[in-house]
Every structure is written in structure tokens, then in C-alpha cells.
């Protein structure tokens, strides 16, 4: 099947840093991306999602970055914070058909805060 | 209290037995999901369901099997046939026509 994000690399930033989580997607008919964060031992949590007619999206000390010319995906935290040490997924939808609904994940990023 | 519930957090089973894990949700969400995570790696898609009384494989779904008898429920069992069961499995549900998919916090199955 299609494949997103096969690496799972690792950032480790200040406290207070802006810290940039990328993405690889393959899937060019994927029209909706989500960013989940998993703390250890926990289920994903939603942070954010954009739309494929969309190359930007803002949320709270998020954003989120489309280019569809070259299927990446990024995530950027602004003045990242101990709290925000994580797991993070990317995971993209293919609307339409029986892939409505199905999500397909990457591997995910390690980000780590140090104070 | 809205959200979704698995249990148990942890599970211990012997090689060869049947096990079933549990997932329920009242936010009244229509489709129903499980995923299977392995260290260091992302989510994969075992099975999912839409509608109650229907669903559909996923990637990975040999050696599991699944029943949707109520829109709240929808049980995961890891057969003896499954390969290598010891994961951490988590259930998500979504809205009929939402993508986005809330997370339960998952059960920690070790199969020895």
C-alpha cells in the first residue's frame, strides 16, 4: 500500500527553540493530513489537520505546511516546551471509496525538549 | 466524561489462547477502528467499521477478527493465529463523515 513518513528520525531542541517535524507522503491522491502527538504509553492526540486545497494552516503555537509539488508535510511548534516532548505521526486520508475514513500513518518523529 | 475507553492496560496471555480486547466509546461516533503499533514504529490498520453490523479488513488484518454489534462496541480478538500478537493496540472512532479519529489509550498485550 502507500507508504508516509518511512523514517522515524529524532529532534531534540532547546526549550524555547522552534522545532520543524517533516514529512514524506507517496500517496498522491491523499486529500486530508492530520499531525497526532503520542506521549509514551498514551494513544495519539490530535494537534492539527489542513486539507489538500490548503498549503498552510495555523492553530495554536502550530502550523502546519503543504506542498503537494513535492509531498511534504511539515509541522512547525513555535517556543516548544518540555510538555511538548513526544512521539509525533503524520497520517494522511485518500477520500472516496471503501479508503473513505482510513487513515494511513508514518513512522513518526522522537522530538525531545530539554529545559 | 465523553471519550473511549480499552481495556485492560495491560494483558498477559500464554501462546495458543484466544484473547479479546475491549473497546467502547460514547461520543457517538459511527465508524469504529483498530490499530496495531510496534516500538518505533507507526500505526498500522487491523480493522475498521463504518456502520454497525459491518466491517472491513485492513492491512493487517490475518490473525485477528472482529464483530460491531453496537455502535458503542467494537471488540478486537487476537487469535492464535497471529504471528507475533505482543503489541500495543489502540482503538480510535471517528464521525460518519469526520477524518478525525480520537484515540482510546491503548492495551499493552504480551503474548508469551
Known amino acids: 500500500g502507500e507508504s508516509v513518513g518511512l523514517h522515524l528520525p529524532t529532534l531534540s531542541v532547546q526549550e524555547g527553540d522552534n522545532s520543524i517535524i517533516n514529512c514524506a507522503y507517496s500517496n498522491s491522491a491523499s486529500d486530508y493530513f492530520i499531525w497526532y502527538k503520542q506521549e509514551s504509553g498514551k494513544g495519539p492526540q490530535f494537534i492539527i489537520d489542513?486539507?489538500?486545497?490548503?498549503d498552510k494552516r495555523q492553530g495554536q503555537r502550530v502550523t502546519v505546511l503543504l506542498n503537494k509539488t513535492v509531498k511534504h508535510l511539515s509541522l512547525q511548534i513555535a517556543a516548544t516546551q518540555p510538555g511538548d516532548s513526544a512521539v509525533y505521526f503524520c497520517?494522511?486520508?485518500?477520500?472516496?471509496?471503501?479508503?473513505?475514513?482510513?487513515?494511513?500513518f508514518g513512522q513518526g518523529t522522537i522530538l525531545t525538549v530539554h529545559p | 466524561d465523553g471519550g473511549i475507553t480499552q481495556s485492560p492496560k495491560y494483558l498477559f496471555r500464554k501462546e495458543g489462547q484466544n484473547v479479546t480486547l475491549s473497546c467502547e466509546q460514547n461520543l457517538n461516533h459511527d465508524a469504529m477502528y483498530w490499530y496495531r503499533q510496534d516500538p518505533g514504529q507507526g500505526l498500522r490498520l487491523i480493522y475498521y467499521?463504518?456502520?454497525?453490523?459491518?466491517?472491513q479488513k485492513g492491512d493487517i488484518a490475518e490473525g485477528y477478527s472482529v464483530s460491531r454489534e453496537k455502535k458503542e462496541s467494537f471488540p478486537l480478538t487476537v487469535t492464535s493465529a497471529q504471528k507475533n500478537p505482543t503489541a500495543f493496540y489502540l482503538c480510535?472512532?471517528?464521525?460518519?463523515?469526520?477524518?478525525?479519529?480520537?484515540f482510546g489509550p491503548g492495551t499493552r498485550l504480551t503474548v508469551t
Open positions: 467499521s463504518q456502520i454497525v453490523n459491518d466491517f
Open positions: 489542513i486539507r489538500s486545497n490548503m
Open positions: 497520517a494522511e486520508i485518500e477520500a472516496g471509496g471503501t479508503s473513505y475514513g482510513k487513515l494511513t
Open positions: 480510535a472512532s471517528s464521525r460518519a463523515r469526520g477524518w478525525e479519529q480520537y
